[in-house]
């Protein structure tokens, strides 16, 4: 060897996988000689000896090929954590960490002297604080406690610390729309939870079917899930979640909804009461209306009570106004826009392998346009609509102009263009459900068989927002047959109030 290890082993034999790896590194076989280093740090690891770590990280010459030099890069910072300063060997893992380290990753982190005091227990602090700040106001602040956990786990050694520190991140950047990081730190932690073990890299599977679910690529969200499933086992993190992206999927695409909604019915039965959120819309999804109505209406009176610092506050406030919508509930949606407001320009997604949802605003809307708020919704829409093309959110970019276009009346140019835009970008995803309501809602309307045309006609300049004074200019009446006229449409439809009325013509066409 040639220099001084932590473990002692100053004068003993070089290892001869080592002259292997560096045969076949000289021969240009370089993912052979990698497979042999990677066994030797397997091995290093078990023995607690850090001169073989070392050595190995060492063999490799900065390989071109992204992944594999990624992978170089971790086991380089982590020999180096381990090796004495005064190891000439130290100052070539220097190097080694500054030649892999690529510059779309993300940077190296300063550690914070004070946790290496402890840091086992600095880490749990970590833990800890993360837990308490679930809250979205409070990303920015997980965002700094993160970059001291990779700190911790460059400096330390402890590949854990840094393999959190990075998932810590990626929840973080999911949250705040910033693709470019996000991506940089799942190749940054790939080759940390190829050594972590099985949860691990079933928990990377799912952060890239949250990502292919984004950009509406269906197919592969369920080939995603179903191998982090695998690779979990029963009862994983991967499992549940198998379910939960299977439920999302259905709700674009309409696949095995019923079957789905058997499931989530049975998985919602051991969770909090709240999470029958998921069950009322995957029984609206299965075509269940009458039973997605009674879950929400055990549910309505509850919504406000989900804690502020729940991973799943975003997530299920999007759920909530979903649900608003279907069921025309103002007095929910009033509540839920005011929850979800101070979100405004984030992400609804409360971490990284867990199913995105889209940006805040497209809620926002669709919550607005309930409450009857045209120019409101039609605000939040246009920059939910930015904030997916940003993205590459196809779905949800599709589902912004739905609601777009049923904030016009029936037969408007408005509606006839924002339609067309839903249809076509669901129907290059195959978001199936979008695509059919498009369909439906440029469609040229029947009326329904309960108003006479008047009254229809009345019913949809009340979606426009018009006020009655107004109604009466348009149609050249008096202000007080458009008051006859729309307390009629509201007895014959059962209905309590105009704002209801408004949102029952732009979604029932």
Not at 193 to 203: F, I
Not at 478 to 500: F, G, I, M, Q, Y
Request: net charge negative; with cysteine; hydrophobic share 50%.
């Amino acid at each position: 060897m040639d220099g001084a290890g932590t473990n002692g082993a100053r004068d003993r034999p070089v290892d001869p996988r080592l002259d292997e790896a560096r045969r076949r590194h000289a021969a240009g076989d370089v993912a052979a000689a990698w497979q042999v280093c990677a066994a030797l740090a397997v091995q290093a690891r078990m023995a607690a000896d850090t001169d073989l770590l070392a050595d190995a990280a060492l063999v490799l010459r900065r390989p071109s090929d992204p992944t594999l030099r990624a992978r170089v890069h971790a086991l380089a910072v982590e020999a180096l954590a381990l090796t004495p300063s005064d190891d000439p060997r130290w100052v070539r893992l220097e190097a080694q960490v500054a030649a892999t380290r690529d510059t779309h990753h993300a940077p190296l982190t300063d550690v914070d002297p004070a946790d290496l005091t402890d840091p086992e227990t600095a880490f749990l602090g970590l833990q800890a604080r993360i837990a308490d700040l679930q809250n979205p106001a409070h990303v920015e602040e997980r965002l700094a406690l993160a970059d001291r956990a990779v700190g911790l786990g460059t400096a330390t050694g402890v590949l854990e610390y840094a393999a959190w520190g990075h998932r810590w991140r990626m929840d973080a950047f999911a949250e705040l729309g910033r693709p470019v990081e996000l991506a940089a730190e799942r190749a940054t932690v790939q080759p940390l939870t190829e050594t972590l073990g099985a949860d691990w890299r079933s928990w990377l599977l799912l952060t890239r079917a949250s990502s292919r679910l984004l950009s509406g690529d269906f197919d592969e969200v369920l080939r995603l899930v179903d191998e982090a499933r695998d690779v979990g086992g029963p009862a994983s993190t991967a499992d549940f979640f198998h379910l939960v992206f299977a439920s999302e999927v259905a709700g674009w695409t309409g696949a095995r909804a019923a079957e789905v909604a058997l499931e989530v019915a049975r998985a919602t039965q051991d969770l909090p009461f709240l999470a029958r959120i998921w069950l009322a819309e995957a029984l609206e999804a299965a075509g269940d209306r009458e039973g997605a109505r009674a879950v929400w209406t055990a549910l309505r009176g509850h919504v406000s009570s989900m804690p502020q610092d729940a991973p799943e506050l975003l997530i299920a406030s999007v759920g909530e106004a979903a649900l608003c919508e279907v069921f025309s509930d103002t007095e929910v949606a009033a509540g839920v826009y005011d929850r979800l407001l101070p979100h405004d320009g984030r992400f609804a997604i409360g971490l990284a392998h867990a199913p995105h949802h889209g940006p805040v605003a497209l809620a926002l809307g669709r919550l607005a346009l309930v409450l009857g708020r045209v120019e409101d919704a039609r605000r939040h829409l246009g920059s939910a609509l930015v904030d997916c093309t940003a993205l590459q959110a196809l779905p949800h970019a599709a589902l912004a102009h739905l609601t777009l276009a049923r904030s016009f009346g029936a037969g408007t140019r408005g509606r006839s263009e924002h339609g067309a835009a839903a249809a076509d970008l669901a129907g290059r995803v195959g978001a199936t459900v979008v695509l059919d309501a498009a369909a439906a809602l440029t469609a040229t309307p029947t009326g329904d068989p309960r108003l006479t045309a008047r009254e229809r006609e009345v019913a949809d300049l009340v979606a426009e927002g018009l006020t009655n004074g107004a109604i009466a200019g348009r149609l050249v009446l008096s202000e007080r047959t458009v008051e006859n006229h729309v307390a009629h449409v509201l007895h014959k439809l059962d209905l309590p109030t105009r704002t209801a009325l408004a949102v029952w013509a732009r979604t029932r066409d």
